[in-house]
Nanobody, 125 residues
Framework: QAQLVESGGGLVQPGGSLTLSCVAS????????IAWFRQAPGKDRKGVSW????????YYEGSVKGRFTISRDNAKNTMYLQMNNLKPEDTAVYYC??????????????????WGQGAQVTVSS
């Protein structure tokens, strides 16, 4: 059974850092389309970062560019989101997503077959 299991959320002060991890089982993440989305209270789910399956290009949503880094460790079958210089507006539930059959990447979370369970990230002093 394919699944994604997240870890690494928590409470951090503004300016701090956190790394989210997402371990895949049942399928390989290598060369697949992967992404991180987030959903803040009362707001729609929104894409944060993507790695395209078609060319390996990496994309970031504008507000996190330069602060967040998406990566993948094929040997560990794990994807990561390194978050630096966190701001209160980054507070949200973060989800890892992957799809073995998606070509390229998508800004719609509905296009991804597999989701992590979600990790709460709270940025507050």
């Amino acid at each position: 059974q394919a699944q994604l299991v997240e870890s690494g959320g928590g409470l951090v002060q503004p300016g701090g850092s956190l790394t989210l991890s997402c371990v895949a089982s049942g399928f390989a993440l290598e060369q697949k389309s992967i992404a991180w989305f987030r959903q803040a209270p009362g707001k729609d789910r929104k894409g944060v970062s993507w790695i395209s399956s078609s060319d390996g290009n990496i994309y970031y949503e504008g507000s996190v560019k330069g602060r967040f880094t998406i990566s993948r460790d094929n040997a560990k079958n794990t994807m990561y989101l390194q978050m630096n210089n966190l701001k209160p507006e980054d507070t949200a539930v973060y989800y890892c997503l992957a799809d073995p059959d998606l070509y390229g990447h998508s800004t719609s979370s509905d296009d991804y077959a597999y989701w992590g369970q979600g990790a709460q990230v709270t940025v507050s002093s």
